[in-house]
């Protein structure tokens, strides 16, 4: 694919999805409409993979396919859904004279605004997770696959999820922007997520150097730490930008190896998910 029918195809994914949001405001159904466009999105991706693949050794399980299928169920099924219910209600039940949502801004401010932190707060949270030995062990589930595919998006452990949605999204509930413009940057931005580990052979050009798109992600993949420790945005590199982590060599498309660092060789492989669940609280953990 081009430049160009890469940019469109995002643009098209992206309008579609904000079309929806927008459309569907006032329907309580809107959370579930969007998950039906995002699952639609997925098996788009898949499609294009076969079809147009980056590289084709990708396309080939590893072993690892069961657990990404697993951990999708968990996170984008079921995790997901539970932290977004509990969330608002914990911290009503937790801080005294909370109120939702009591900023007075247009809706497209605020989306623009919560973009911008939830933003910062992804790149805290991952920034912590690479350097904090047991949150490493957490986000170590996410770097075990040795091959970049749609399907890796969701492979996280359920406590690194959690300490993400923490970092992400009390603040700005805290801060009083509403639900639904969180919804909005989550609408805006879910194409661009759903496709940053897709094995597809896209060239966005100069939107590499704004979106964490998969041409730029793949780089935070790499087994060498000098290149998997950068690129730590969670669909914007904007906060890689100011704060010296952004990574995009000219001379090379990709890195040479997808995996864990040498550091990490005591943490169970890819094809072993429930090892890698309960890594973090073994007696072998963090070595």
């Not at 927008?22 to 499609?47: C, P, R, Y």
């Not at 309960?278 to 007696?283: D, I, Q, R």
């Amino acid at each position: 694919m081009s430049t160009i029918k890469s940019t469109s195809l995002l643009g098209l994914l992206t309008s579609i999805m904000m079309a929806t949001y927008i459309f569907t405001l006032q329907n309580s159904n809107q959370e579930i409409i969007l998950s039906g466009l995002a699952i639609i999105v997925i098996l788009a991706a898949i499609f294009l993979e076969r079809s147009n693949p980056f590289d084709s050794s990708w396309n080939k399980n590893r072993g690892d396919l069961s657990g990404d299928i697993t951990s999708t169920i968990v996170i984008f099924g079921i995790l997901d859904s539970v932290l977004k219910s509990a969330t608002p209600f914990l911290l009503l039940v937790l801080i005294a004279n909370w109120v939702p949502g009591s900023i007075n801004l247009p809706l497209w401010s605020q989306i623009i605004l919560v973009g911008l932190l939830i933003e910062l707060g992804s790149y805290i949270s991952h920034r912590l997770h690479h350097k904090i030995g047991w949150l490493w062990s957490l986000h170590a589930m996410h770097h075990s696959p040795e091959r970049m595919h749609t399907l890796n998006n969701f492979r996280f452990h359920p406590f690194n999820h959690i300490f993400n949605h923490i970092f992400m999204i009390v603040p700005v509930l805290l801060m009083g922007f509403s639900p639904e413009a969180i919804l909005g940057y989550t609408a805006l931005t879910l194409p661009l997520l759903l496709l940053q580990h897709s094995n597809i052979d896209f060239n966005f050009g100069w939107l590499n150097y704004v979106l964490n798109t998969n041409q730029v992600h793949r780089w935070h993949h790499s087994n060498a730490s000098s290149e998997g420790n950068k690129n730590l945005g969670r669909a914007l590199v904007i906060w890689d930008q100011i704060f010296g982590t952004f990574y995009l060599p000219k001379k090379k498309a990709t890195p040479d190896f997808i995996g864990l660092f040498a550091t990490s060789k005591s943490f169970p492989r890819a094809e072993k998910y429930l090892a890698q669940i309960f890594y973090p609280f073994s007696p072998q953990c963090c070595k």
